[in-house]
């Protein structure tokens, strides 16, 4: 294929990667970035503009702006992948989004912890090896009220170990109604396959009673699950058997009882008038043999999985050999610790942690924050009413009285919405009934200032 003169020309008038290191803006970038990202950088303006220029879709470019270009390819290229985002969506614990945000405590720890050498693995008493999970143990016994406790990266890895160690290759009763799907890939019966484990469903989608369970006890039964609905709710025409009645049961047969919790709150939520989550050291205190739950849902922490209950169950689960493939890592650990320490008075704990802060905070004061933001920002944004959520497997439909700013400019909601999400900081919104909603519920204290900033700038 034959070009015309004129592309030629342009083609010839594009810069070499060479020319370009050595100019004044070269010389720059090489000062601030890695130089691989400064000459890939480069190397793929150059590429895009010649793609250009053979395809005739653009005009050629003034030399500032090629240079803003290749700077733009080059900062990109320099900066992490994983960065912080405003969220704006009011869902507090938004998988997405890394579910809860760290106490100031809970950050200082991990840098403490991490930035030199730690006793992870060490008694200091004794001077010799010790046990990490050892570290958050205490505390984690005291809140749940718990003979002991143990930890893993993860709630799914907690419930994986926990039903490889006590019930490999023997049968776990579960009720239908409780083979949930969390998330994408957590759903009991494949993590009961995984773990070798077999299931063994009673009663109906809508109604299990006692006698199910009772029915279904035999010489392999290993162990009673009950598992927290998390993500939704079976309403109506409906029964399931309370955790006492379980506990009551598996005593008699001499079967061992766990309840998945999931979202382990330690604050009782509904002395707060939100939702009827249960609270952990009140299910322990019932007698149930173990309790498993995640590090970052009601409880506000890091990513981890928490199992708390009766010691001998506790030491089997320890022993297996995937305690040491599901592992707790040293910053997750310090991180937990120091959150475990925000709640050690409960009532206190929504002043220190942002979950937790963020669900109970007074509608009112989401409100001022709202017009904060929309009165920075200026024309098309306004205030209004909406409810939010809490997310991560929390509260299942439980709706929280909120206000947002509503963005209304000449763009339409999906490009305002693209927009703030491509943006730096990138801002994620929703949009609801054709308007572009920024729920004040999520956002915190310092992000409304670069948000109104964002907000200014698009409209
Ligand atoms: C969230 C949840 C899990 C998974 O916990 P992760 O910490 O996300 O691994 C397991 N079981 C229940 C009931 C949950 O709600």
């Known amino acids: 294929m034959r070009m015309p003169k004129a592309s030629k020309n342009l083609l010839a008038a594009l810069p070499s990667v060479d020319e370009v290191l050595r100019s004044q803006h070269g010389q720059g970038w090489l000062a601030r970035y890695p130089r691989r990202f400064v000459l890939q950088g480069i190397r793929d303006e150059i590429a ?40 704006a969506t009011g869902i507090v614990l938004h998988t997405n989004l890394g579910r809860a945000p760290l106490s100031e405590s809970a950050l200082e720890a991990v840098v ?74 957590f759903r009991i019966p494949e993590v009961m396959a995984q773990s070798g484990a077999i299931l063994r469903e009673v009663g109906a989608t809508n109604k299990t009673h006692l006698r ?8 392999e039964t290993a162990l009673l699950l009950k598992v927290h609905r998390s993500n939704y709710r079976i309403t109506g025409f409906s029964a399931e058997v309370s955790v006492e009645s379980l506990v009551k049961l598996g005593a008699e047969k001499g079967i061992p009882v766990m309840f998945d919790l999931g979202s382990g709150c330690l604050f009782d939520l509904k002395k707060a008038g939100i939702g009827d989550e249960p609270v952990v050291n009140e299910i322990v205190r019932s007698g149930v043999d173990l309790v498993t739950f995640s590090g970052d849902k009601l409880l506000g922490g890091p990513q981890a999985g928490i199992i708390a209950g009766k ?10 050999p995937l305690a040491r493939a599901l592992r707790i890592d040293k910053m997750t650990l310090a991180a937990l610790e120091a959150t475990l320490f925000d709640c050690a008075d409960i009532e206190k704990a929504p002043e220190k942690i942002p979950a937790l802060r963020m669900l109970l905070e007074p509608a009112e004061k989401i409100r001022g924050r709202a017009r904060a933001i929309a009165k920075k920002a200026g024309a098309g944004a306004q205030v209004v009413e ?31 919405e693209q927009l703030l999400r491509k943006g730096d900081p990138p801002v994620i919104a929703r949009i609801k009934e054709g308007t572009l909603l920024l729920d004040a519920r999520t956002i915190m204290d310092g992000d409304v200032e670069p948000l109104a900033r964002r907000l200014k700038e698009i409209l």
Do not use: Q
């Open 386 to 416: 909406d409810l939010s959520e809490a997310g991560g497997g929390s509260l299942p439909g439980v709706l929280l009285p909120t206000w947002c700013v509503a963005v209304k400019g000449h763009k339409s909601p999906n490009s305002l």
């Open 48 to 87: 895009h503009l010649r793609e250009c220029v053979k395809t005739g879709t653009v005009e050629p470019s003034a030399p500032e702006d090629t240079a803003a270009a290749m700077e733009a390819r080059i900062s990109r290229l320099s900066s992490p992948s994983l960065r912080p985002v405003i969220n």
């Open 212 to 219: 199910d369970y009772e029915n279904a006890i035999g010489p």
């Open 112 to 185: 403490r912890v991490s930035r030199g050498y730690s006793n992870l693995e060490y008694a200091l008493e004794e001077g010799k090896r010790g046990k990490r999970y050892t570290h958050a143990r205490r505390l984690i016994k005291e809140l749940a009220s718990a003979e002991d406790a143990t930890l893993f990266n993860n709630n799914a890895g907690a419930v994986l170990i926990a039903l490889s160690a006590l019930a490999r290759g023997r049968e776990v009763i579960v009720s239908r109604g409780e083979l949930v799907e969390i998330g994408g890939s």
């Open 311 to 320: 010691t001998a169950l506790i030491e089997k689960i320890n022993r297996h």
